[in-house]
């Protein structure tokens, strides 16, 4: 209940809230406002999940929702947040602007990197340990969720929302058919990626995560479909090839027989064990508990 009450104190309003399986689940948390910054037009909301029992000082995963940068939203995620939050994580699933909003680039990393800072600024409130956040991205959220993190420093990147005094960078960023390498996967010119890269005039180049690739960069983590056509396998192992040749730690599991929507609970192992081993969580050992009781 503590942490339940701490985030109550934050709120202006009471958010939704239920309690069911020892999870707290807390909805429309506002971690950004149309009225105090200029370059939003709406506000953006975060729903959360957290053990109702556990530690002071939680470690925390923002979750980003896919859907092509056209589409999509917060509580798409609902599944990977429960298994995080049994895990003993304080969990968030986050909105972005879509490109019809104005989302395109830069705009949409900005909003990742306001619910970063907007946890960092808040870490007393919310009982979240600000040294030990990560992130997790599904498909075109695993695009925004390696910009963010490989670009953290980037001013460009990084955007001005909920202040610039406070560092971006996380503790490590998970993809899930991650659209890690768009360049390849939406080739088209009038594909969802390409609409959203070049909404605000930038040049693709810094719309890529490859881009901003060194070895000051956190942990990368990919889980891949064998056979994901949206975002095939072989982009995510060049990526990964790129991350090892800077230096920088990452994994790749590729999961036979899976497409795009990987839906076999087994292939979320590895991932959970990547979040753990940098986060200090422990939602392997929740989940493979979970599975042997099904």
Avoid at 99 to 115: I, K, L, M, Y
Avoid at 131 to 148: D, E, P, Q, Y
Wanted: aromatic share 8%.
């Amino acid at each position: 209940m503590f942490h339940f009450l701490l985030v109550l104190m934050l709120t202006a309003t009471e958010p939704s809230t239920e309690i069911r399986a020892g999870i707290v689940e807390m909805k429309e948390i506002k971690f950004a406002s149309a009225s105090e910054h200029e370059s939003l037009t709406q506000n953006l909301f975060m729903d959360v999940a957290f053990p109702s029992v556990g530690k002071e000082e939680l470690p925390a995963i923002i979750v980003i929702h896919g859907g092509g940068w056209e589409a999509g939203r917060r509580q798409d995620t609902g599944r990977i947040m429960n298994i995080l939050a049994m895990g003993g994580y304080f969990v968030a699933a986050i909105d972005y602007r879509l490109t019809s909003e104005g989302g395109g680039f830069p705009n949409a990393v900005h909003d990742c990197n306001a619910a970063i800072r907007f946890l960092k600024h808040n870490a007393d409130v919310l009982g979240v340990d600000p040294k030990n956040i990560g992130l997790v991205g599904v498909s075109a959220g695993g695009h925004l969720a390696v910009l963010s993190a490989l670009g953290s420093g980037e001013s460009l990147i990084d955007g001005k929302i909920n202040g610039e005094d406070e560092s971006t960078a996380v503790a490590c960023v998970g993809t899930i058919s991650g659209a890690v390498m768009p360049e390849k996967s939406e080739k088209r010119s009038n594909s969802p990626y390409a609409k959203w890269a070049s909404q605000h005039g930038h040049e693709i180049e810094l719309t890529l995560p490859s881009t901003y690739i060194d070895e000051g960069d956190p942990p990368v983590f990919l889980l891949c479909g064998s056979r994901d056509t949206l975002c095939p396998s072989r982009y995510s192992k060049v990526f990964s090839k790129k991350l090892t040749n800077a230096n920088v730690a990452s994994d790749i599991e590729i999961v036979s027989g899976q497409d795009h929507s990987i839906n076999k609970p087994e292939a979320y192992v590895g991932l959970l064990h990547f979040l753990d081993s940098h986060l200090g969580g422990k939602s392997e050992l929740a989940f493979v508990e979970y599975l042997d009781k099904r």
